[in-house]
T-cell receptor, first 112, second 114 residues
Framework: QQQVKQSPQSLIVQKGGISIINCAYE??????FPWYQQFPGKGPALLIA?????SEKKEGRFTISFNKSAKQFSLHIMDSQPGDSATYFC???????????FGGGTRLMVKP | DVKVTQSSRYLVKRTGEKVFLECVQD?????MFWYRQDPGLGLRLIYF???????EKGDIPEGYSVSREKKERFSLILESASTNQTSMYLC?????????????FGPGTRLTVT
């Protein structure tokens, strides 16, 4: 059974700062690691995903860094904005590749 | 625009009642999922369906059952609701294969069992 450990549980960042959320997974035969973003009252939505044939993927202010040997990946939000305030979930596929196991979530608050 | 809808946003039920949560997707996705979301525990998979009438248990199936009679509809059933099933329930759908990591979620149903 896949386990995904996410930290921190909550994070407060000043506007313009960098938000960093970390995840560690146990084992997977598959090669994609998504991050989901959830605003209050909404379901989670895919934010960005990485395949571990690359060590980093950047989309705008959001960057995923991946360390395959350490089985860790992280989300960096550059120039954090109040509109980024949300809960973020990392996920890893199970060994069959048909389900995702989600981390415990990080509640991010970006102060103006 | 892709859409996953859930039958209720808020639901209050009594202990011992049978509860049905309905989910409908309009994207012709093969996979559908039911999760529960609790603070600090993230999203935990209850059941997964990869085709009509096909299902697999997730991490926490105890006390729940599911039904998928049509491709677009996936129901979660609490046979006899208990207070520890008070939670936010999220339905999701996805394609199979390479697209399976992108799950589309509904807005959730907040269930309170008293």
């Amino acid at each position: 059974q896949q386990q995904v450990k996410q930290s921190p549980q909550s994070l407060i960042v000043q506007k313009g700062g960098i938000s960093i959320i970390n995840c560690a997974y146990e084992n997977t035969a598959f090669d994609y690691f998504p991050w989901y973003q959830q605003f209050p009252g909404k379901g989670p939505a895919l934010l960005i995903a990485i395949r571990p044939d690359v060590s980093e993927k950047k989309e705008g202010r959001f960057t995923i860094s991946f360390n395959k040997s350490a089985k860790q990946f992280s989300l960096h939000i550059m120039d954090s904005q109040p509109g980024d305030s949300a809960t973020y979930f990392c996920a890893a596929p199970n060994n069959a590749g048909n389900m995702l196991t989600f981390g415990g979530g990080t509640r991010l608050m970006v102060k103006p | 625009d892709v859409k996953v809808t859930q039958s209720s946003r808020y639901l209050v039920k009594r202990t011992g009642e049978k509860v049905f949560l309905e989910c409908v997707q309009d994207m012709d996705h093969e996979n559908m999922f039911w999760y529960r979301q609790d603070p600090g525990l993230g999203l935990r998979l209850i059941y997964f369906s990869y085709d009509v009438k096909m299902k697999e248990k997730g991490d926490i199936p105890e006390g729940y059952s599911v039904s998928r009679e049509k491709k677009e509809r996936f129901s979660l059933i609490l046979e006899s609701a208990s207070t520890n099933q008070t939670s936010m329930y999220l339905c999701a759908s996805s394609l199979t294969g390479v697209g399976s990591y992108e799950q589309y979620f509904g807005p959730g149903t907040r269930l309170t069992v008293t």
